[in-house]
């Protein structure tokens, strides 16, 4: 699973970084950090200061939790400054972790973070609905917001997962090179959620 499909600003990073370390599926979960690099992703680099100042929360917390996502990679110090007006910055665009795992302490810790990203998700569409009527008329009307029921083998996901990807990737760089965007081009986050629903049943066979 991958989570936070936004390119990070100010110059090119690793793509992903794969979490597998439980300890650190753990770590990641909890709603301030992930805030966190989701928005050193999008508007990063930045201080402890300046994060309070984007969250919401006090200079204190963001520094101890910005510490606690250097310690598992997934963010580090950026060059300048020094103490709390150090500035940060995320290591890579995205986040993954396992979608499976023999490991049990692995499995549940991968499954509690998905937990977490998707209400984290649900969260963020809810507040984008609330303020969508102050959207100019195009973007309402190019604003997606939907659900397809589809019947695919296992092999047929994993296919169409790999060709939404290669639809998105040209768009990826627009984000670290402002250059590169169209004249009105804004920030739009692209959920995926694809999922067997097992509140249907199934058809019996003849």
Known sequence: MSENRE?????ERPRSIRLTDPRALRAYAHPLRMSLVGLLRSSGPFTATRAAELTGESVASCS?????????GLVEEAPGGRGR???????????????????????????????AVIERYFERVTRALENRHRL??????????????????PEELTDLGERIDELL???????SD??????????????????LDQEIPESEEE
């Open 178 to 195: 402002p250059s590169l965007r169209p004249a009105g081009a804004r920030p739009v986050s692209v959920l995926r959620i694809a999922y």
């Open 64 to 72: 101890y939790h910005l510490r606690i996502l250097a310690k598992y």
């Open 85 to 115: 007006e150090k500035p940060w910055r995320a290591t890579a665009r995205y986040t993954e972790w396992p979608d499976h795992s023999e490991d049990a302490t692995v499995a549940e810790a991968a499954d509690a973070l998905s937990a």
């Open 169 to 175: 990737r040209p768009y990826e760089a627009r984000t």
């Open 136 to 153: 100019p008329r195009e973007w309402r009307e190019a604003e997606e917001f939907g659900d397809s029921l589809l019947h695919l083998t």
């Open 7 to 11: 390119a990070q600003a100010g110059g």
